[in-house]
């Protein structure tokens, strides 16, 4: 029995949140006394430091698979081949699409949002993000074969030594799993992309329109953050849709979140409070966020943000 982890590749190299699914299985694997190995799908060069990660082989397809329906009988092939009883899935827009198709074809229980590592010392019980990270619950898996997705930051990958046997992997795929073609795909743009980004900064209404974006955007460059919004400002266009945080964006999980002239409307708070430490600056303090800051500052935007960029500087 083997631990794989489903590793997603980005222009050639391989996601962070990938990066925490492959150090999940290992360690998972360690628990049950057994090895982890991956599979990758997509162009990339490093693959072979998943190594790094626990991984002791990789299955590589190297072209990508643009259907739901592709990726889950990859994944499913892979399984299969690598003898593995327990798939880690990383979270993401892809996974969402196609990892209860996997779990179909593996006759498999899934758990998503997994917390943390699983308790095995009687069963296999998993620890689970609820109600939008407000809540959580054990569940416990029965089935022989089961299928993680683990909630993002939900570890923090340590790099080792070592580099893991890559293996040219090409799946079997039918007719069906290409039924749907993609024509066009359209990528968002931005040094760091959001839904990878440890650190995300994001403006509101009270930066007053798009003229003023500089200030979020020279705190992110400061930083090494990713920009985001809220939804009324990518509706009146100050900000493209890609950058939208909230319930019906982008769901961010950075290890800190800066929120700026954003009062704070549960929307909003759905799609960023699995962020680890969430920093409000908002001139009204009656704000709905400061509820839910782990760190609050109340003034006007265009007086702590200079401040802020002028002191990260210092500092970064």
């Known amino acids: 029995?083997?631990?794989?982890?489903?590793?997603?590749?980005?222009?050639?190299?391989?996601?962070?949140?990938?990066?925490?699914?492959?150090?999940?299985?290992?360690?998972?694997?360690?628990?049950?006394?057994?090895?982890?190995?991956?599979?990758?799908?997509?162009?990339?060069?490093?693959?072979?430091?998943?190594?790094?990660?626990?991984?002791?082989?990789?299955?590589?397809?190297?072209?990508?698979?643009?259907?739901?329906?592709?990726?889950?009988?990859?994944?499913?092939?892979?399984?299969?081949?690598?003898?593995?009883?327990?798939?880690?899935?990383?979270?993401?827009?892809?996974?969402?699409?196609?990892?209860?198709?996997?779990?179909?074809?593996?006759?498999?229980?899934?758990?998503?949002?997994?917390?943390?590592?699983?308790?095995?010392?009687s069963g296999f019980k998993i620890k689970r993000s609820i109600y939008t990270g407000k809540a959580y619950a054990i569940s416990e898996m029965k089935s022989a074969n089961k299928v993680l997705v683990i909630k993002k930051n939900a570890v923090t990958p340590v790099a080792g030594?070592?580099?893991?046997?890559?293996?040219?992997?090409?799946?079997?795929?039918?007719?069906?799993?290409?039924?749907?073609?993609?024509?066009?795909?359209?990528?968002?743009?931005?040094?760091?992309?959001?839904?990878?980004?440890?650190?995300?900064?994001?403006?509101?209404?009270?930066?007053?329109?798009?003229?003023?974006?500089?200030?979020?955007?020279?705190?992110a460059k400061k930083l090494h953050a990713a920009t985001g919004c809220s939804k009324p400002v990518s509706d009146m266009d100050w900000r493209p849709h890609h950058e939208h945080v909230g319930q019906t964006g982008v769901k961010v999980s950075p290890n800190i979140y800066i929120a700026v002239g954003i009062s704070g409307a549960i929307q909003h708070l759905a799609g960023v409070n699995s962020s680890k430490v969430i920093v409000v600056i908002n001139k009204d303090p009656e704000a709905p966020f400061f509820k839910a800051a782990d760190y609050g500052i109340v003034g006007d935007a265009f007086d702590v943000l200079p401040k802020l960029i002028a002191a990260a500087g210092n500092y970064v």
Do not use: C
Request: aromatic letters at 4%; a negative charge; glycine letters at 8%.
């Open 161 to 219: 030594s070592g580099k893991a046997a890559v293996e040219s992997f090409s799946p079997n795929l039918s007719p069906a799993d290409s039924a749907v073609k993609v024509k066009e795909t359209v990528k968002a743009t931005g040094d760091i992309l959001l839904t990878e980004a440890e650190i995300v900064v994001s403006g509101g209404r009270g930066l007053k329109g798009p003229e003023n974006w500089h200030l979020i955007e020279d705190l």
């Open 1 to 121: 029995m083997s631990i794989l982890a489903y590793i997603e590749t980005s222009d050639g190299k391989v996601k962070k949140s990938s990066l925490e699914a492959a150090f999940f299985a290992s360690e998972l694997a360690k628990k049950l006394s057994t090895d982890s190995v991956a599979v990758a799908v997509g162009s990339a060069s490093d693959v072979e430091t998943l190594g790094q990660y626990g991984i002791s082989k990789v299955l590589h397809v190297s072209s990508d698979i643009a259907t739901a329906q592709g990726l889950a009988t990859a994944v499913h092939q892979a399984a299969e081949k690598m003898g593995a009883s327990v798939v880690v899935l990383p979270k993401s827009v892809s996974v969402d699409g196609f990892a209860a198709r996997l779990a179909v074809k593996l006759k498999a229980n899934m758990v998503s949002n997994v917390a943390e590592l699983p308790d095995t010392s």
